[in-house]
């Protein structure tokens, strides 16, 4: 009976531990403006449903990031909109989608702004290689 009793609880802790490592680690975004020097800067407003992450300029090579928790659920998104001069561009950042099939589970989610688009930081799931994919272009 004891040894039934063990099992049953060690299976408990083991589930709480999967559960906790992937619903409370801390996910990261990072956003770069990779535009080249004689452009304006990049301007960009993201936000989820609880968080607005304000409006924020960036200069060539800068760097906006920031970390998060997924919610308990695992419906957290961020969405983020840029400015570039004339052009405009609107996705998501992050969602569970995004890390379970494009960041093969991942928890950091690295994105640069180009002229022609913008790029996410991928890993190639059974290579395992990393590579810069592009995920949206910008509209006029």
Same mark, same amino acid.
């Given at each position: ?7 049953? @609880?060690?299976?408990?802790? &083991? ?8 619903? &409370? ?29 304000? +409006? ?7 760097? +906006? ?6 919610? @308990? ?8 909109? &840029? ?10 950042? &992050? ?23 913008? @790029? ?9 290689? +990393? +590579? ?9």
């Amino acid at each position: 009976m004891s040894t039934k009793l063990s099992v049953s @609880f060690l299976t408990y802790i &083991f589930i709480i531990l999967i559960f906790s490592s992937t619903c &409370f680690s801390k996910l990261h975004v990072e956003i770069t403006n990779a535009l080249s020097q004689d452009v304006p800067p990049l301007q960009l407003h993201c936000r989820s449903k609880d968080d607005d992450m304000g +409006y924020h300029n960036l200069s060539v090579n800068e760097l +906006y990031a920031w970390k998060f928790n997924m919610n @308990f659920w695992g419906t957290t998104l961020f969405y983020c909109d &840029f400015w570039w001069g004339e052009k405009h561009a609107a996705f998501k950042v &992050f969602d569970i989608d995004i890390q379970l099939e494009v960041a093969d589970g991942l928890d950091h989610f690295a994105y640069e702004a180009r002229t022609d688009g913008f @790029f996410f930081y991928g890993q190639e799931p059974l290579t395992k290689s +990393y +590579y810069w994919q592009l995920v949206k272009t910008w509209e006029n």
